[in-house]
């Protein structure tokens, strides 16, 4: 049915956010197939946190098979001890990608609010009313961890369509 299936993530070991967006030649717009958000106790070892996320991501990998993984890259702010526990998460994700053979592409939260609203400083709200126009409000998860993760699937998605674009026009 999909010419192709994009698995976007917003990571974090606290909560990581999953969502698989189809896309079919012709459609007037993308599909979102299914969404999850990962949630990890904060009382456990982080090396368990940890694998419970990649087992997430691989059994995603495996029940619906997409062709990229789209993942949030992290903007070091200013709490260094958050962003590494996101920079773990975003490791376990590429790793668990890594061994199912699927290509991974990170995008800065910058590009994903691009792609979605069209503003690259685009609120939280902004994001969530701009998935609603590009998808229709019934097809936007209620989590805002999934929310995010369709919104980098998307971005993937408009991103890989405007390289293979550029590749055709220097040929």
């Known amino acids: 049915m999909f010419d192709r299936i994009i698995l976007g993530v917003d990571p974090g070991t606290r909560a990581l956010g999953l969502a698989c967006v189809g896309a079919e030649r012709g459609a007037k717009r993308p599909s979102v197939i299914w969404w999850e958000t ?92 701009g998935l609603e126009l590009l998808l229709g409000p019934a097809a936007v998860p209620d989590e805002p961890d999934a929310a995010d993760a369709v919104a980098a699937a998307l971005c993937h998605l408009q991103q890989s369509r405007l390289r293979t674009l550029a590749r055709e026009a220097a040929r």
């Open 38 to 129: 990962v949630r990890t106790s904060p009382s456990l070892e982080p090396a368990e946190r940890l694998r419970r996320l990649s087992v997430a991501v691989r059994e995603a990998i495996a029940r619906h098979r997409p062709q990229a993984l789209a993942l949030e890259r992290l903007m070091w702010g200013r709490n260094t001890g958050s962003a590494m526990d996101v920079a773990r998460a975003s490791g376990a994700v590429m790793v668990a990608a890594a061994e199912a053979g699927v290509p991974v592409q990170e995008y800065a939260p910058l590009e994903v609010k691009m792609a979605v609203t069209g503003v690259g400083n685009a609120s939280k709200e902004q994001v969530r009313r």
